[in-house]
């Protein structure tokens, strides 16, 4: 079974940029994709950045975060990375990490870490 860590959340003030961090572990199944999403109060969960795949991986973005926010992944480690520039208080949610392992065994999420962008 899968584990998932995230840790690297915090108080930032608009514009500014904080960096999470994401291990997965506890199997020995590969993880097939990894990825961050988040939810702010009243609103679902949603994708903002994923990476499919080994190597260097298909990266996928949510059109709000498109050249603020760059997902990348080190397969070795098993541990992801989401850095995260120009901060707005629109950012301020939860943020989870996913792990889909391959075989089919079902994803694995995170506790949550949470990001506020506030002055």
């Known amino acids: 079974q899968v584990q998932v860590v995230e840790s690297g959340g915090g108080l930032v003030q608009p514009g500014g940029s904080l960096r999470l961090s994401c291990v997965a572990s506890g199997s020995r199944a590969s993880i097939y994709a990894m990825g961050w999403y988040r939810q702010a109060p009243g609103k679902q969960r949603e994708l903002v950045a994923n990476i499919i795949g080994g190597g260097g991986g298909y990266t996928n973005y949510a059109d709000s975060v498109k050249g603020r926010f760059t997902i990348s992944r080190d397969n070795a480690k098993n541990a992801l990375y989401l850095q995260m520039n120009s901060l707005s208080p629109e950012d301020t949610a939860v943020y989870y990490c996913?792990?889909?392992?391959?075989?089919?065994?079902?994803?694995?999420w995170g506790q949550g870490t949470q990001v506020t962008v506030s002055s």
């Open positions: 996913k792990a889909v392992p391959y075989g089919g065994s079902p994803p694995a």
